[in-house]
Nanobody
Framework: QVQVVESGGGVVQAGGSLRLSCAAS???????????MGWYRQAPGKQRELVAT???????NYAESVKGRFSISRDDAKNTVYLQMNSLVAEDTAVYYC??????????WGQGTQVTVSS
């Protein structure tokens, strides 16, 4: 099983920036190959929604609401995916979840990290 741990959430003023990180790991000796990685978010009273994804080849996909403000990247040597969030607005307030697809058909989610944008 691949474990996923997010970090980097917090409280920021509108217009500010945050960088989220997500590291994937497995038990010693386990063999796994990470495919797509991504970020999703869930605001109170709303469904979880896609924020951004990145394939193993580096292709990215963004929700319309974050295009031009957020940037997803990955470091395969560290099994880590990042989400750089700039020009944050109150509507970006949510719990952000990291998702990792591995060994093609398996999926792991992180526990979530809270991002709060104050106006």
């Amino acid at each position: 099983q691949v474990q996923v741990v997010e970090s980097g959430g917090g409280v920021v003023q509108a217009g500010g920036s945050l960088r989220l990180s997500c590291a994937a790991s497995a038990a010693s000796g386990s063999i796994f190959s990470i495919n797509a990685m991504g970020w999703y978010r869930q605001a109170p009273g709303k469904q979880r929604e896609l924020v951004a994804t990145i394939t193993s080849g580096g292709s990215t996909n963004y929700a319309e609401s974050v295009k031009g403000r957020f940037s997803i990247s990955r470091d395969d040597a560290k099994n880590t995916v990042y989400l750089q969030m700039n020009s944050l607005v109150a509507e970006d307030t949510a719990v952000y979840y990291c998702h990792v697809q591995w060994n093609l058909v398996l999926h792991s989610w992180g526990q979530g990290t809270q991002v709060t944008v104050s106006s």
